[in-house]
């Protein structure tokens, strides 16, 4: 769940970001989402972008995503992110990294400039999904790939309650959702992918690490109560994990 603040949330002053929670950044090994890595190379696969392409990750977190696209896909990467804390935290490790801070809603590229949009674990994030698809189809080139891997609802999409925290459940839908809001910003859905398993098994990881997932979410609101009423909530709804690409048209 790569949460990495890609949206100008509201946030109260004693609101949990997981993104920000030292724990979860080490579990995850930087990257912040289900399938890590790997579901990106996959991604990368099915878009079908050649060498050199220019991506870019919006929501970069830690840089683990640009450093990837750069190092071992050979790309032109670059990335950008509203946390000021995860973008210092990629250039100390990787001073070569093409990431800044910036918001979604005003992307400082110009017109048909991006070969591919990459958006791991963040779409959920947005607040205002038209403005936000509306500046990813602009500065992408014609014919240009978005790629949106994140959670959804696969049943009982109105029993889901808003969590007390900023975290990427707190947007999810349904799959028909997803498509009516991404196909009525202008691009056509290439390939979706359920990746459920992947989830899945991110969710086994988090239970070995914390012991259960009510843990995990106390560790983050530092509250039983709080832990107990977001495992209620999520439980009211089967989540699966999804990976789309979509073309600009």
Not at 40 to 59: M, N, Q, W, Y
Not at 85 to 96: F, H, M, V, Y
Not at 148 to 164: G, K, M, V
Not at 203 to 222: D, Q, T
């Amino acid at each position: 769940m790569k949460d990495s603040g890609t949206q100008e949330h509201n946030i109260e002053e004693n609101t949990s970001i997981l993104y920000e929670n030292e724990e979860f950044q080490q579990y995850t090994e930087e990257a912040l989402r289900p399938g890590g890595l790997e579901l990106t190379r996959k991604a990368v696969e099915i878009a079908g972008f050649p060498v050199g392409s220019r991506l870019l990750d919006i929501g970069c977190g830690c840089g683990k995503t640009a450093e990837f696209l750069a190092v071992e896909c050979g790309m032109e990467a670059l990335g950008i992110d509203i946390s000021e804390e995860l973008i210092a935290k990629a250039k100390a490790r990787n001073s070569a990294l093409n990431v800044q801070v910036g918001s979604v809603y005003d992307l400082p590229y110009g017109n048909d400039s991006i070969d591919g949009v990459l958006t791991e674990c963040v779409f959920t994030l947005f607040e205002d999904k038209p403005l936000a698809l509306n500046q990813i189809r602009r500065v992408l080139v014609p014919e240009g790939k978005l790629i949106i891997s994140d959670l959804y609802i696969r049943e009982n999409a109105q029993a889901f309650a808003r969590l007390p925290m900023v975290t990427c459940i707190n947007g999810i839908t349904s799959q028909d959702v997803v498509c009516q809001e991404v196909a009525g910003a202008g691009f056509k859905l290439k390939e979706w992918h359920d990746e459920t398993p992947v989830y899945k098994g991110f969710l086994a990881g988090l239970i070995m690490n914390y012991g259960s997932m009510s843990a995990f979410w106390e560790s983050l609101v530092g509250s039983c109560d709080k832990a107990c009423t977001i495992q209620n909530n999520i439980k009211k709804v089967k989540i699966g994990y999804y990976l789309s690409v979509w073309e600009k048209e």
